[in-house]
């Protein structure tokens, strides 16, 4: 049963444009969100994150966005350039649980000139 | 200076061999993991250690032993390996839970 879901496995978008990836999660007891990012034959990095007391966080060109009500975040990166291009892996925490990150299945972006 | 190292890299063998596979991290965190990456692209934990002690052991088979030497160190050894064991081995390490450290991880393939 998949908890965290990425249902876009794909999206390709202009350099200087916005590129929004999105995230679903079913479990309401959830309340740490996060985001990795996967470059070829590297591990995931922490890219940013969002307690769920929060509705954004913003860290230079990268925003997320938590809707509780509609379990789903997302990732907006403005402007997107050609080295955001990798694999971004949206994960949940619940705070009893804080050592067992979850996973969706990720979303490769692709920025061209 | 790579803050978690894995090796080896790349792990071809044979069905019923056994092999590990190690993990050392140098950024002082008391916890560290072991995630697999399958064929789908699902990145399940396996594993979590934390201060030598396990945490967490999800539903991998017994064939699956971790050992984790000192805290800086987590070994994932596998015996009578099988075909479904081939994919992708990541370890990790973070302080707070949150945010991980990962490896560059270890591509088994098994035949």
């Known amino acids: 049963d998949q908890q965290v879901k990425q249902n876009s496995p794909s999206l390709s978008v202009q350099e200087g444009r916005i590129s929004i990836l999105n995230c679903d999660y079913t479990?309401?007891?959830?309340?740490?969100f996060l985001w990795y990012k996967k470059y070829p034959a590297e591990g995931p990095t922490f890219l940013i994150s969002i307690s769920s007391i929060k509705d954004k966080n913003e860290d230079g060109r990268f925003t997320v966005f938590l809707n509780k009500s509609a379990k789903h975040l997302s990732l907006h990166i403005v402007p997107s350039q050609p080295g955001d291009s990798a694999v971004y892996f949206c994960?949940?925490?619940?705070?009893?649980?804080?050592?067992?990150?979850?996973f969706g299945t990720g979303t490769r972006l692709q920025v061209f000139p | 200076d790579t803050a978690v190292s894995q090796t080896p890299k790349y792990l071809v063998t044979q069905m019923g061999n056994d092999k590990s596979i190690k993990c050392e991290q140098n950024?002082?965190?008391?916890?560290m993991y072991w995630y697999k990456q399958d064929s789908k692209k699902f990145l399940k934990i396996m594993f979590s250690?934390?201060?030598?002690?396990?945490?967490i052991n999800e539903t991998v088979p017994n064939r699956f032993s971790p050992k984790s030497p000192d805290k800086a160190h987590l070994n994932l050894h596998i015996n009578s390996l099988e075909l479904g064991d081939s994919a992708v081995y990541f370890c990790?390490?973070?302080?707070?839970?949150?945010?991980?450290?990962f490896g560059s991880g270890t591509q088994l393939s098994v035949l």
């Open positions: 479990n309401s007891m959830f309340d740490y």
């Open positions: 990790a390490s973070s302080q707070d839970g949150e945010k991980l450290f």
């Open positions: 994960a949940a925490l619940m705070e009893y649980n804080t050592d067992k990150l979850i």
């Open positions: 250690y934390n201060n030598k002690e396990l945490i």
């Open positions: 950024l002082g965190h008391d916890t």
